[in-house]
């Protein structure tokens, strides 16, 4: 029987980590990014608590990711921590209204 503990971790092991950047591939010629959010929970269903994701498109490679709230401030937490080198990449995202506000829009590619 696995221990529940071992999914608190302790701050300083975490604080200890390299940055999330130096595990990431480089951005690629043709890359794009994904972002979308899911709901998601822990032991229980209220309040809920949400999953952003930004994903490599060619890669898979997680960029970024935020938990909060289904909100604009927490999208724009996920966006940005995305990687400097993908700065210039198109982004697609669902059609959810915050996105608009949270990538430029010479960026934005939204599809339903």
Known sequence: MQSQHRLHYPRKKVEELPPAEADILPAQRGDSI????????????QPATWLWLAVSYQTGQILSFAIGE?????????????????????????????????????RHRPRP
């Open 34 to 45: 994904e972002l979308d959010e899911m709901w998601t929970f822990v032991g229980r269903k």
């Open 70 to 106: 289904r909100d604009e401030a927490t999208g724009y937490e996920m966006f940005a921590a995305i990687p400097k080198d993908y700065a210039r990449k198109p982004v697609y995202t669902d059609g959810y209204a915050v996105y608009p506000n949270i990538v430029p829009a010479w």
